[in-house]
């Protein structure tokens, strides 16, 4: 049973720095996609989410436009946790963050890529 537990949400200021983690345990794999989405606070994860955030096992970064050049991805030399650093946050990147982890390592930008799903975990920025 592949299980994926996120860190590090809490509130911070418009402008502020925030550290999410990922930690996956179970998979079977020694190399596969992890990712990050969010989805707006109250409503429910959708199927087909972009992903937000990625890095390949093979380390390829991939950021969605509305956080590229503020976010960073990276992962562990293990694999297992990801990371992603959150830098100059506004009040429209205040979300639930959640990852996926797929069972495949390539097309990690693909959100149909991902087959679990972590639980979330919440972030608010203020203005």
């Known amino acids: 049973q592949v299980h994926l537990v996120e860190s590090g949400g809490g509130s911070v200021e418009t402008g502020g720095s925030r550290t999410l983690s990922c930690t996956v345990s179970?998979?079977?794999?020694?190399?596969?996609?992890v990712g990050w989405f969010r989805h707006p606070i109250g409503q429910e994860r959708e199927k087909s989410a972009r992903v937000l955030a990625t890095i390949s096992p093979f380390g390829a970064p991939y950021y969605d436009d509305s956080v590229k050049g503020r976010f960073a991805v990276s992962r562990d030399n293990a694999g297992n946790t990801l990371y992603l650093q959150m830098n100059n946050l506004e009040p429209d990147d205040s979300a639930i963050y959640y990852c996926?982890?797929?069972?495949?390592?390539?097309?990690?930008?693909?959100?149909?890529?991902?087959?679990?799903w972590g639980q979330g975990t919440q972030v608010i920025v203020s203005s």
């Open positions: 179970g998979h079977t794999s020694s190399q596969y996609c």
């Open positions: 996926g982890a797929a069972t495949r390592a390539y097309g990690c930008q693909l959100s149909d890529a991902y087959t679990y």
